[in-house]
Structures are given as structure tokens and as C-alpha cells.
């Protein structure tokens, strides 16, 4: 089972920006990748996920601010997030998109001035 480690979070003024990683443990580029987060006392929602052959979808909240992107050599993807808002506040995880299980630790991000 493919597992996942996140990093790249942090302490963040509004504004500003993250890039977070997510390096999987085994084959991920037949899968379609996603990243999710999860803030205290809401449930995990979908931010963005992107296909094998690179489609993408974003929630409405993070579109045109955060953008998705893989190495499949790596077995790597990453989230590059602009213009960080305090409601962008959450976990962030990644995992394969609807899979529901394997989670990883997640990383913290956390927007404040």
C-alpha cells in the first residue's frame, strides 16, 4: 500500500506563500493525486487533485491561488499556495484521490499576522 509523507508547512502572514511536498513510498503515477486539509472541527475537504496525465481540479475556495503539481519520477507532488488567507488555516494532507484510507501525518499550516 502506497504511503505518503507531507512537509513544507508552517507559520505564514496573510498573504504570503507555501509550497508543501508529498513524497509517496511507492508507484503514484497511475493515480490520480490529490490534496486535502482539515481544520479544526470541520470535516477533511478536497483542495485539489490532478490526473496521470495532468488534468486538474480545484475547490472553489483555492482556485487561482493554489496550484498542483507532480514529478513521477520522484514520486512526489506538491501545492503551491499564493495569497494565503486565515481561513487556509488547516492539515494538509495528500493522498490518492477517494482512496479513504492510508493517510499520512499531514502538515500544519497555519496563516496569521
Known amino acids: 500500500q502506497v504511503q505518503f509523507v507531507e512537509s513544507g508547512g508552517g507559520l505564514v502572514q496573510p498573504g504570503g506563500s507555501l509550497r508543501l511536498s508529498c513524497a509517496a513510498s511507492g508507484i503514484m503515477f497511475i493515480y490520480t493525486m490529490a490534496w486535502y486539509r482539515q481544520a479544526p472541527g470541520n470535516q477533511r475537504e478536497l483542495v485539489a487533485s490532478?490526473?496521470?496525465?495532468?488534468?486538474?481540479n480545484y475547490g472553489d475556495s483555492v482556485r487561482g491561488r493554489f496550484t498542483i503539481s507532480r514529478d513521477n519520477t520522484k514520486n512526489t507532488v506538491y501545492l503551491q499556495m499564493n495569497s494565503l488567507k486565515p481561513e487556509d488555516t488547516a492539515v494538509y494532507y495528500c493522498n490518492i484521490l477517494d482512496r479513504g484510507a492510508g493517510w499520512g501525518q499531514g502538515t500544519q499550516v497555519t496563516v496569521s499576522s
Open positions: 490532478m490526473s496521470p496525465v495532468r488534468s486538474t
